[in-house]
């Protein structure tokens, strides 16, 4: 459903022909192997990071938690890491398949774990609240068009996603926007990035000219950018598109290695191509708004596949965030119905 199509701004150059199966692990360049742990989601799979670290390693990102994962780590502990100590555990973002198995790791090799507060946070909130059902969910469901039987179903897909996501550690060595982390003596400066995520840490090596570019920019997808229950009025779109712009001052020569889909150079060529995806579909959500409605419905125009492929939850919330920028932009309206939903026309 996210996929970027358009050949003619999507100008990249994947860096690797081949991708490890899981359990192995690909040197993308001296010092850092690629993992490939599976997903059992519409997206696949997802990349961690095998560094090394002062005699030892550390491991950038995690995968969910589940069996087949964590026999993928084992067999990696086995074959690669030896007796070598894992020094820390650290996650671009607090989103499942990025930390789902962090408590695993960090108990199975006795390390710490790296990451910025917020999303460490978040991350904590959603396991505390795994099995609930929050009044705010329904009511943000409600306003924003959905019947009963779509509240039940992003329950069901909710707790669906939510058991991959396992123990998570209970302290962090925090990290900040600006900051370096020192990885085998070289210096990885953090850049702190929001829209998919709050506080979502890109890793940026300027001697050797390579970034850990997590979920915020992808090789061929545009990350879910989503607007949530717990924060109605946000505007998440506006703060990825300047987060992307931020970016656009780094180099465009840089290995980039994502954290889905296969490493690759064209930095520039990607943001922009997912820029323009933005824009186009700022334009279609604008256009359908000449029709008074509300975002459920809008979303069933812009995405008319996604229910039927399980994917509702994720298209009404990436619906919502080109709302709110829209309504921020002042280039549209949100009015209150007499039965409490939300009706969105053009301005």
């Known amino acids: 459903m996210w996929i970027e199509m358009n050949a003619s701004i999507n100008r990249i150059q994947t860096a690797f022909a081949g991708i490890p199966s899981p359990?192995?692990?690909?040197?993308?360049?001296?010092?850092?192997?690629?993992?490939?742990?599976?997903?059992?989601?519409?997206?696949?799979?997802?990349?961690?990071?095998?560094?090394?670290?002062?005699?030892?390693?550390?491991?950038?990102d995690c995968g969910i938690n589940d069996s087949e994962t964590g026999l993928s780590w084992n067999r990696i502990a086995e074959e690669v890491i030896g007796n070598a100590p894992v020094h820390r555990i650290?996650?671009?973002?607090?989103?499942?398949?990025?930390?789902?198995?962090?408590?695993?790791?960090?108990?199975?090799?006795?390390?710490?774990?790296?990451?910025?507060?917020?999303?460490?946070?978040?991350?904590?909130?959603?396991?505390?609240?795994?099995?609930?059902?929050?009044v705010?969910?329904?009511?943000?469901?409600?306003?924003?068009?959905?019947?009963?039987?779509?509240?039940?179903?992003?329950?069901?897909?909710?707790?669906?996603?939510?058991?991959?996501?396992?123990?998570?550690?209970?302290?962090?060595?925090?990290?900040?926007?600006g900051q370096s982390i020192t990885l085998d003596g070289e210096e990885w400066r953090v850049i702190v990035t929001r829209g998919h995520a709050d506080e979502h840490a890109c890793f940026y090596n300027e001697a050797r000219r390579i970034i850990i570019a997590g979920d915020q920019v992808l090789p061929s997808i545009t990350p879910l950018v989503s607007v949530f229950h717990w924060a109605p009025e946000e505007n998440p779109l506006g703060d990825f598109l300047a987060s992307l712009q931020n970016l656009l001052a780094l180099p465009d020569d840089l290995l980039v290695l994502p954290g889905h889909g296969s490493p690759f150079y064209g930095l520039h060529h990607r943001i922009h191509a997912m820029v323009e995806h933005h824009q186009r579909r700022l334009a279609a959500t604008l256009e359908l708004m000449r029709v008074p409605a509300t975002a459920f419905e809008i979303s069933n125009l812009l995405f008319p596949t996604a229910r039927g492929k399980g994917q509702g939850r994720l298209a009404l919330g990436e619906t919502l965030a080109h709302i709110n920028h829209l309504v921020t932009l002042g280039e549209a309206i949100c009015e209150a119905a007499a039965d409490g939903r939300r009706i969105y026309r053009f301005n």
């Not at 010092?31 to 961690?48: D, E, K, T, Y």
């Not at 398949?97 to 790296?114: E, N």
């Not at 039987?149 to 990290?175: C, D, K, N, Q, S």
């Open 90 to 134: 650290i996650a671009t973002h607090g989103h499942t398949d990025h930390v789902g198995a962090a408590g695993f790791l960090c108990d199975t090799f006795q390390a710490g774990f790296t990451s910025t507060l917020v999303e460490w946070q978040s991350a904590c909130l959603r396991l505390g609240n795994h099995g609930e059902r929050p």
């Open 136 to 177: 705010e969910l329904a009511r943000f469901l409600r306003i924003a068009g959905c019947g009963p039987e779509m509240e039940e179903a992003f329950a069901t897909e909710r707790t669906r996603v939510a058991r991959y996501l396992g123990r998570l550690p209970g302290a962090i060595r925090r990290i900040r926007d």
């Open 23 to 60: 359990g192995k692990v690909q040197e993308v360049a001296p010092g850092i192997g690629w993992v490939r742990m599976p997903l059992p989601f519409a997206l696949s799979h997802v990349n961690c990071w095998l560094m090394a670290d002062s005699g030892g390693w550390s491991i950038v």
